[in-house]
T-cell receptor
Framework: TQLLEQSPQFLSIQEGENLTVYCNSS?????LQWYRQEPGEGPVLLVTVVTGGEVKKLKRLTFQFGDARKDSSLHITAAQPGDTGLYLCAGALSNTGKLIFGQGTTLQVKP | EAGVAQSPRYKIIEKRQSVAFWCNPISGHATLYWYQQILGQGPKLLIQ????????DSQLPKDRFSAERLKGVDSTLKIQPAKLEDSAVYLC???????????FGPGTRLTVL
C-alpha cells in the first residue's frame, strides 16, 4: 500500500510567521502536486513538481521535490490570513493516472 | 475554460434512502475520478474512469455505491441505501494533462441523518 505521510496535521500561527509542511513516502512518484482547499470548495491545484530536486516558487510559497522523488515540502514565508486553508500533497503513480493523497495540513493564520 | 461542474452542492437524506450525484468534467478530459472526503482529511479515491471504462474501483463499496460514465463525458455516482457513515463531501475530478494533474469540482456535501 502506497502511503504519503503529511505533517503537521494542524498548524495555527500568527500573521507574518514562516512555516513548512512536509510530505514523505517510501514510494517514488513520477510527479507530485500540491493543492489548497478552502471550506466548501474543491481542492485547487497550486503546483506540480516533476524532477528530483526541483524547486518552484509561487509568490511567498516555495515547493521542493526531493532528489529521490519520494518527498516534498511546502514553505510559506510571511504567512497571511488569506493563506488559511487545507493544504494537500498528492503523489502521482506513473502510468496509472492515480494520485495518492496525504492526510492534509489544516493551516490557520491569525491576524 | 469551464471547470468541473457538480450538482447538487448539498444534500440531506435519511439513512436507507438513495442519492445520486452528477459530474461534468472539463471538456476533452478523458479521465474522471470520484473521491470521498471526510472533513479535514485528504480525498479517498472511490472510482476512476478512462473515457467510459472503469480503471480502478477497488475502494468503491459496491454493495451500496455505483457509478457510471456512459458516454465518456459526464458521470453519476449513486448510493443506495445510504448509511450514517456516508456523510462526507463527494468530489469529482478530471484529468487530461500530463503529470496526472487533476482538477476538482466544488463537491457535494452529503449529510445522512
Amino acid at each position: 500500500t502506497q502511503l504519503l505521510e503529511q505533517s503537521p496535521q494542524f498548524l495555527s500561527i500568527q500573521e507574518g510567521e514562516n512555516l513548512t509542511v512536509y510530505c514523505n513516502s517510501s514510494s517514488v512518484f513520477s510527479s507530485l502536486q500540491w493543492y489548497r482547499q478552502e471550506p466548501g470548495e474543491g481542492p485547487v491545484l497550486l503546483v506540480t513538481v516533476v524532477t528530483g530536486g526541483e524547486v518552484k516558487k509561487l509568490k511567498r510559497l516555495t515547493f521542493q521535490f526531493g532528489d529521490a522523488r519520494k518527498d516534498s515540502s511546502l514553505h510559506i514565508t510571511a504567512a497571511q490570513p488569506g493563506d488559511t486553508g487545507l493544504y494537500l500533497c498528492a503523489g502521482a503513480l506513473s502510468n496509472t493516472g492515480k494520485l495518492i493523497f496525504g492526510q492534509g495540513t489544516t493551516l490557520q493564520v491569525k491576524p | 475554460e469551464a471547470g468541473v461542474a457538480q450538482s447538487p452542492r448539498y444534500k440531506i437524506i435519511e439513512k436507507r434512502q438513495s442519492v445520486a450525484f452528477w459530474c461534468n468534467p472539463i471538456s476533452g478530459h478523458a479521465t474522471l475520478y470520484w473521491y470521498q472526503q471526510i472533513l479535514g482529511q485528504g480525498p479517498k479515491l472511490l472510482i476512476q474512469f478512462q473515457n467510459n471504462g472503469v480503471v480502478d474501483d477497488s475502494q468503491l463499496p459496491k454493495d451500496r455505491f455505483s457509478a457510471e460514465r456512459l458516454k465518456g463525458v459526464d458521470s453519476t455516482l449513486k448510493i443506495q441505501p445510504a448509511k450514517l457513515e456516508d456523510s462526507a463531501v463527494y468530489l469529482c475530478a478530471s484529468s487530461g494533462t500530463s503529470y496526472n494533474e487533476q482538477f476538482f469540482g466544488p463537491g457535494t456535501r452529503l449529510t445522512v441523518l
